[in-house]
């Protein structure tokens, strides 16, 4: 508010003596001197405004600049030693028929539509951090085929039961097909070719 009066009383010692005498003009010519007063007014606290924006940007890109310098960042492995091993016997199963992916939220595959709100605050925490191990993908559509999840030693099979059921029927609606692996489990790539349905003459 004081920036604004400032500037106002900045506009009016600009402006001649004479003009803001309005008593001694006809009304006609009080009238266009108030008008003009507004206008300049008004042009001016608009310049003044994108200036002070644009010098913002300009402000925060330069300290984004800065920050920049003083972070540090290094590549994290997407994936285990474990999943590593995994993802290579299911890419050589599948590489003749699908695409293969890793580590995919399963809001990525599919599009959810619940109507009972309720169950649709349950459905969304339920299924908001499932993650699918590996997802096999058509070539062609680009639409998933297959969900694979991997189980670990030390999952909760109480809470991955319950959470199990909901996501094979989400897939199950979707028309994609879920494949449970074992992570210590030995799999070799003809049976895990025999796992996932395929076989060299698809």
């Known amino acids: 508010m004081d920036f604004f009066v400032g500037l106002l009383e900045r506009l009016l010692e600009w402006i001649p003596r004479d ?27 608009v310049v003044l405004v994108r200036l002070r924006r644009r010098k913002g940007v300009l402000t925060d890109g330069a300290r984004i600049e800065d920050i920049a310098e003083q ?9 285990d ?24 939220p399963l809001r990525s595959l599919v599009h959810l539509r619940v109507e009972d709100d309720a ?8 299924l908001r951090n499932v ?19 991997v189980r670990k030693p030390g999952d ?14 989400v897939f199950h609606k979707a028309g994609i097909e879920v494949i449970l692996l074992d992570q210590e489990a030995r799999y070799g790539v003809e049976r895990l070719t025999n796992l996932l349905g395929l076989d060299e003459d698809m």
């Open 156 to 169: 909760d099979a109480m809470a991955s039961s319950s959470q199990e059921r909901l996501v094979e029927a």
């Open 131 to 149: 993650t699918v191990d590996f997802v096999a993908v058509h070539p062609g559509s680009g639409l998933p085929v297959k969900a694979i999840f």
């Open 19 to 45: 003009w803001l005498d309005l008593a001694s003009h006809p009304p006609s010519s009080q009238t266009l001197v108030a008008g003009l007063i507004i206008v300049a007014g008004f042009v001016v606290v």
């Open 119 to 126: 169950f649709k605050r349950v459905v969304a925490q339920t």
């Open 71 to 79: 972070v540090s960042a290094m590549a994290r492995p997407l994936m």
């Open 81 to 104: 030693s474990p999943d590593v091993s995994m993802f290579n016997l299911l890419l050589l199963a599948v590489r003749d028929h699908f695409l293969l992916l890793s580590k995919i």
